[in-house]
């Protein structure tokens, strides 16, 4: 079944590049980005394997750690490491799981066989220290992901999971927010003392906590 907003990530233990992994005991305290790509030594996974490592220090600040599945094996994972360093200008620095039985696609519901029956489509799941799920998203094989997207929005769940505000469209971190609407209008000075804007009684703006 689909895995909702709200659901305790499913617990697996996994071989994977750096040893084996208890998916939840090796999360700890972090969030958890768990991503999928269709296949190893392809282009487009390629790039986006490249390009989650060259964000390591970002991911870092962030408080998230990254973690990758694909049903190929770990011979073929660390053959092709090789290639996503020497390519992509970079090291890998995450775990890539080996999930030649399918048992972490099957658990997380990432191969779509509308899409294909054999390769995981380009599943993404953020995952906040308790272990539930804040954030799913689906891309086709033939599109790789927006990594500064990925950020943006860790940045929006990690700010509304402590302050009462709500991110608008495009917001990026640093720029204003929307007050709750669970907020009482007269309440907003005391809880937001940077400032408000009532644009309409539903839509109240203030500078980012
Ligand atoms: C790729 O990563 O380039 C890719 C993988 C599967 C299908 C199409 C593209």
């Known amino acids: 079944m689909a895995i909702r907003l709200g659901d305790i990530a499913p617990d697996f233990t996994a071989v994977t590049t750096e040893g084996t ?6 999360l700890g305290d972090s969030w958890g980005l768990l991503f999928s790509h269709p296949a190893d030594y392809t282009p487009v996974c390629t790039t986006e394997l490249g390009r989650t490592a060259q964000l390591k220090a970002e991911f870092e600040k962030r408080g998230v750690k990254a973690i990758v599945v694909s049903v190929d094996d770990l011979e073929s994972h660390n053959g092709w490491i090789h290639d996503i360093n020497e390519t992509q200008n970079t090291t890998v620095n995450f775990p890539i ?3 030649p039985e399918k048992k972490v696609a099957e658990l997380y519901d990432m191969i779509h066989p509308n899409a294909s029956t054999t390769m995981t ?10 272990k539930s799920v804040k954030l799913t998203l689906t891309y086709p094989a033939a599109t790789g992901r927006n990594f500064n997207e990925i950020l943006r929005v860790i940045d929006s769940l990690q ?4 302050h009462s505000v709500a991110t608008p469209a495009d917001w990026k971190n640093g720029e204003d927010c929307i007050v709750s609407p669970a907020i009482k ?3 907003i000075p005391a809880k937001f003392p940077k400032g ?6 539903y839509l109240r703006t203030t500078p980012q906590p």
């Not at 489509?121 to 995952?127: A, H, L, T």
């Not at 700010?159 to 402590?162: G, I, M, R, V």
């Not at 408000?196 to 009684?201: L, Y």
Request: charged content about 30%; glycine content about 0%.
């Open 21 to 26: 992994v208890n998916f939840h005991e090796w």
């Open 97 to 99: 799981i080996a999930d």
């Open 121 to 130: 489509v380009r599943s993404v799941f953020i995952i906040a220290p308790d």
């Open 159 to 162: 700010l509304t999971a402590k």
């Open 185 to 187: 209008t007269e309440d």
């Open 196 to 201: 408000h804007k009532v644009i309409k009684p």
